[in-house]
T-cell receptor, first 112, second 115 residues
Framework: GDSVTQMEGPVTLSEEAFLTINCTYT??????LFWYVQYPGEGLQLLLKATKADDKGSNKGFEATYRKETTSFHLEKGSVQVSDSAVYFCALRIQGAQKLVFGQGTRLTINP | NAGVTQTPKFQVLKTGQSMTLQCAQD?????MSWYRQDPGMGLRLIHYSVGAGITDQGEVPNGYNVSRSTTEDFPLRLLSAAPSQTSVYFC??????????????FGEGSWLTVV
């Protein structure tokens, strides 16, 4: 079946550090890939997405590239801020399917 | 810009009680769904709807009912609450019926505790 595996958390970094959160997937069809972010006490917000191989999604300094050959969609940011502290979810959606398949989430804490 | 609106945000229920979580969207989206979020498990699909009058089950439908009488509203009913239903519930919607790349938008969540 379809699944998403994320880097185990929690992850703690210092401000201005480089961030990578790994995400790999298994899909029976051709997926679109997403990163969602959940700030404390809030709902999920779409951070970025990519719909085909080699696409790069970007938003708020975050980037992720759809790598079909490695079935990966790793999230990166060059210099994190305290305000980036949140839980990050990688997800996929198969064309025509009615649901998102989520990874387990990675809690990120940025210390000043 | 209301988007997807869920009520209530917080609720405490006793075992065996019933309640309805409300969800409304103002984007004229055909597709609506309910997920639950549990620690270490990401989000799992409970029920979904591809239009008014059409609903179907997701991964974890037991103990929940839904209906879709209008495009805008998609309430989730707990018939007899159990402690295992303690969770955070998210309503979501998107344009189309699963079209490739269509973004799914989420509400702010409803935190439910069953004691």
């Amino acid at each position: 079946g379809d699944s998403v595996t994320q880097m185990e958390g929690p992850v703690t970094l210092s401000e201005e550090a480089f961030l990578t959160i790994n995400c790999t997937y298994t899909a029976t069809g051709y997926p679109s890939l997403f990163w969602y972010v959940q700030y404390p006490g809030e709902g999920l917000q779409l951070l970025l997405k990519a719909t085909k191989a080699d696409d790069k999604g970007s938003n708020k300094g975050f980037e992720a590239t759809y790598r079909k050959e490695t079935t990966s969609f790793h999230l990166e940011k060059g210099s994190v801020q305290v305000s980036d502290s949140a839980v990050y979810f990688c997800a996929l959606r198969i064309q025509g399917a009615q649901k998102l398949v989520f990874g387990q989430g990675t809690r990120l804490t940025i210390n000043p | 810009n209301a988007g997807v609106t869920q009520t209530p945000k917080f609720q405490v229920l006793k075992t065996g009680q019933s309640m309805t979580l409300q969800c409304a969207q103002d984007m004229n989206h055909e597709y609506m769904s309910w997920y639950r979020q549990d620690p270490g498990m990401g989000l799992r699909l409970i029920h979904y709807s591809v239009g008014a009058g059409i609903t179907d089950q997701g991964e974890v439908p037991n103990g929940y009912n839904v209906s879709r009488s209008t495009t805008e509203d998609f309430p989730l009913r707990l018939l007899s609450a159990a402690p295992s239903q303690t969770s955070v519930y998210f309503c979501a919607s998107s344009q189309g019926t699963g079209g490739f790349g269509n973004t799914i938008y989420f509400g702010e969540g409803s935190w439910l505790t069953v004691v």
